[in-house]
C-alpha cells in the first residue's frame, strides 16, 4: 500500500512548475489569438478604406459626367 501512496505523491515543487507551464502556455494562446484578431481587424480596416475610397471616386466620376452634359461643356 505504501508503495501507492509513493507513486500518486507529487512533490510541491514539482505541482508549482506543472502549473507555471500550463499557465505560460495559455498565457502564450492568448496573446497568439489577440495577435490574430488584431491583424484581421487592421485588414478588414484597410479593405473598408480602399472600398470607400473607390465608391467616392466612382461617385466624383458620375457627379463631373452629370455636370458636365447639364452644362452643356
Known sequence: MSRIVEILYVPEALRENVSETAAERIERRIVQTKTEII???AAAE????????AFLAGQTGVLILVMRLLLGK
Open 46 to 53: 484597410s479593405r473598408l478604406f480602399w472600398k470607400t475610397l
Open 39 to 41: 491583424r484581421e481587424i
